[in-house]
């Protein structure tokens, strides 16, 4: 979520009598309502007249410059243009820019003043529970990272990139982006033993793996079931905020998020395998290596529910989540071991 100094309550308060200001912004239709869909990084609301709907992103301060937000969109944009990727158009402002601001009301000058916004037309669709039947969509996840990572390595921005990296130090270093897991909820001395060995070996591993141009690059960084929208026999990959620089086995380890230990990942990991190699080719040494990306993501999650306490999916998952990562990373440490 938005991290300020206000209370999650009075922040949607004036968050929300910002959005309402700020519609005329966009060519829409008047009398649109506005409703919270969802808070994480970012808050998210569905705009709503007649036949008009449209989704509107606002984004958390300090998480991106407006020039990074601008060079997101365009990804997203040439994806859907020229690698057949489905994922919601942008709507421009009436001044034509993708990227629009407004101050949020009752807040003085400063770095929470004023927020960035982008509308997106409206998906239909609906997304995936962790118990449905996935095995198929992850197939198809698996062909749509695929065709992303091909696209990645021929797309150049207009500027240097400004977006997030997803590299070991962002998961681990002094200037995590998600903050340490150490700070995560319940991890006591026992849990941080383990994890503490989980991210020896991972910082090993990787600087093994290296960032190769083959095996790292530009990525979605967040293809986790809620980014999904499922109509029919269509797949569309949304909510491109975390893209950024990271390696490509990163996109199924975020595939899995919040889910690791659910008895069908081995299978929607076989799924997702076999659909990236319909498109590209994943050596066996690249799938043996996944389970070390997945590790990695979950610490980084593990921080991230830490870091965003104050909202309500991390609230949910903090009793557990700690126990359950040194639990997959116990087995995962075991299995190493065993070669």
Do not use: C
């Amino acid at each position: 979520m938005a991290k300020t100094d206000m209370a999650l309550e009075d922040e949607l308060v004036m968050i929300r009598q910002m959005v309402e200001a700020a519609l005329p912004l966009w060519p829409v239709p008047a009398g649109a309502e506005v409703s919270l869909l969802n808070i994480a990084e970012n808050m998210t609301w569905l705009v709503e007249a007649g036949a008009f709907r449209a989704v509107l992103r606002v984004h958390r301060p300090g998480y991106h410059t407006r020039t990074g937000i601008g060079q997101e969109l365009a990804w997203s944009q040439a994806l859907a243009r020229d690698a057949g990727i489905d994922t919601p158009a942008v709507i421009a402002g009436v001044n034509g820019a993708l990227v629009q601001e407004a101050p949020v009301p009752g807040v003085e000058a400063g770095r929470d003043a004023g927020r960035y916004m982008v509308m997106f037309e409206f998906a239909p669709g609906r997304q995936p529970g962790p118990d449905d039947d996935l095995v198929a969509p992850f197939r198809s996840l698996g062909a749509i990272a695929a065709r992303t990572h091909i696209h990645a390595r021929g797309w150049q921005s207009a500027e240097p990139l400004e977006r997030l990296v997803w590299d070991e130090a962002a998961v681990f270093g002094p200037g995590a982006t998600w903050g340490d897991w150490r700070a995560g909820p319940n991890v006591t001395p026992e849990i941080r033993e383990v994890l503490e060995k989980a991210e020896q070996m991972i910082r090993l591993r990787l600087a093994a793996w290296g960032k190769g141009q083959a095996r790292y690059g530009l990525i979605h960084g967040d293809m986790r079931l809620t980014n999904l929208l499922i109509d029919g026999s269509r797949t569309v990959l949304i909510d491109f905020d975390d893209s950024g620089l990271g390696w490509y086995l990163y996109d199924f380890a975020a595939a899995v998020s919040f889910m690791e230990d659910h008895p069908q990942v081995p299978a929607l990991r076989a799924a997702w395998v076999a659909g990236y190699r319909d498109i590209a080719p994943l050596s066996e040494e690249e799938e043996r290596e996944i389970d070390t990306f997945v590790m990695l993501r979950r610490m980084a999650l593990l921080a991230w529910i830490g870091s965003h306490i104050e909202a309500p999916e991390p609230q949910a998952m903090a009793p557990h989540f700690a126990e359950g990562t040194a639990r997959l990373g116990r087995a995962w440490l075991a299995r190493l071991a065993r070669g």
